[in-house]
C-alpha cells in the first residue's frame, strides 16, 4: 500500500487549494480514505472522510461547507477541494487509508487508519 501527496502551497485567505493523494497497493472501494491535518504544537485532526465501500462522506464541523473530498476509481486518487480556505487551516495535510468497516464515531479518529501519505504543507496567509 502506497499513499503519494502532491498539491498544497501558500494561499490567501478566501482562495482555494486542491489536494491529490495517488494510490497504489489496494481498491479504493474497499477502503476508507481520509484526510488529516496537523498545525504546529497541535494534535493530527480529521477533517473529512470517504467511504470506501458505502461513497459516504464525513466532515469536521470546522470545514463543513468549504472542503470536499472526491476520488477517481479510474485513476486511484482521493482529492482533498479546500475552498474558502481560512488562516487558521494552516496546517501539514496527510491522506490515510483504513480497511473497512470503521465505525462512524472513529472515521475522523486516527487510530483506524494504518496507512498515511507523506504528508504536504497548506499555509493560508496575507
Known amino acids: 500500500v502506497q499513499l503519494v501527496q502532491s498539491g498544497g502551497g501558500l494561499v490567501q485567505p478566501g482562495e482555494s487549494l486542491q489536494l491529490s493523494c495517488a494510490t497504489s497497493g489496494f481498491t479504493l472501494d474497499h477502503y476508507a480514505v481520509a484526510w488529516f491535518r496537523q498545525a504546529p504544537g497541535g494534535e493530527r485532526e480529521g477533517v473529512a472522510h470517504?467511504?470506501?465501500?458505502?461513497?459516504?462522506?464525513s466532515y469536521a464541523d470546522s470545514v463543513k461547507g468549504r472542503f470536499t473530498i472526491s476520488r477517481d476509481n479510474t485513476h486511484n486518487t482521493v482529492y482533498l477541494r479546500m475552498d474558502s480556505l481560512k488562516p487558521e487551516d494552516t496546517a501539514v495535510y496527510y491522506c490515510?487509508?483504513?480497511?473497512?468497516?470503521?465505525?462512524?464515531?472513529?472515521?475522523?479518529?486516527?487510530?483506524?487508519?494504518?496507512?498515511w501519505g507523506q504528508g504536504t504543507q497548506v499555509t493560508v496567509s496575507s
Open positions: 470517504l467511504s470506501g465501500s458505502l461513497g459516504t462522506t
Open positions: 490515510a487509508t483504513g480497511q473497512e468497516p470503521i465505525a462512524d464515531v472513529l472515521v475522523l479518529w486516527p487510530q483506524p487508519y494504518d496507512h
